[in-house]
């Protein structure tokens, strides 16, 4: 079990743009996977991009069988590896919601995402993946593939009045977000 240092907000690297996976079902490919998943696990999170953990790569993890306690009241995600991802939004309706991210840790802030999404990607073995999902399934993709265009969700924000510290807004969540 390896747990990698997740980089913070102000980090340069986690404003670049991360470049595409050329090599699948490799022993590299495969220990990132690891390595995030370890990572993602031992933070609570809901999901972890290879950029945040300084791998510039188009790999982002997310989803879980059993229930977050940084987001306990979210639907489950199906656990999923996604490589080279593609997100097409369906519609034209958006939906405000609070976001934290293991990179900004100890906050949250209402972010405006697309409702319903049609993304496309590889798993690490290169099998394709081809969804549909709204509602938090959406916005965590969107969440962690930003991640790879090198924006963070306050970028996102509409409003900086709904940003603020997740122990002054959900203090009931504080403990969860220890990040």
């Not at 798993?123 to 999902?133: E, F, H, K, M, N």
Request: glycine share 8%; net charge negative.
């Amino acid at each position: 079990m390896t747990v990698r240092d997740i980089l913070k907000m102000g980090d340069a690297r986690l404003l670049r743009v991360a470049q595409p996976v050329t090599g699948f079902d490799t022993d590299a490919l495969h220990l990132l996977v690891t390595d995030l998943l370890d990572t993602m696990h031992a933070a609570n999170g809901a999901g972890l991009a290879a950029p945040q953990i300084g791998v510039d790569l188009q790999v982002v993890i997310f989803g879980s069988n059993a229930r977050n306690p940084r987001y306990p009241d979210r639907p489950l995600v199906p656990p999923t590896v996604l490589v080279n991802p593609v997100i097409m939004p369906l519609g034209e309706t958006m939906e405000d919601d609070w976001e934290g991210c293991l990179s900004v840790p100890g906050m949250r802030g209402i972010v405006p995402r697309w409702a319903r999404i049609h993304y496309t990607g590889f798993d690490q073995y290169g099998d394709p993946i081809d969804r549909v999902a709204d509602g938090f399934h959406a916005r965590v993709v969107q969440h962690e593939c930003d991640h790879l265009w090198g924006k963070l969700y306050p970028m996102r924000m509409a409003d900086m009045a709904q940003f603020g510290f997740t122990e002054v807004l959900f203090p009931d969540l504080a403990d969860a977000d220890d990040d």
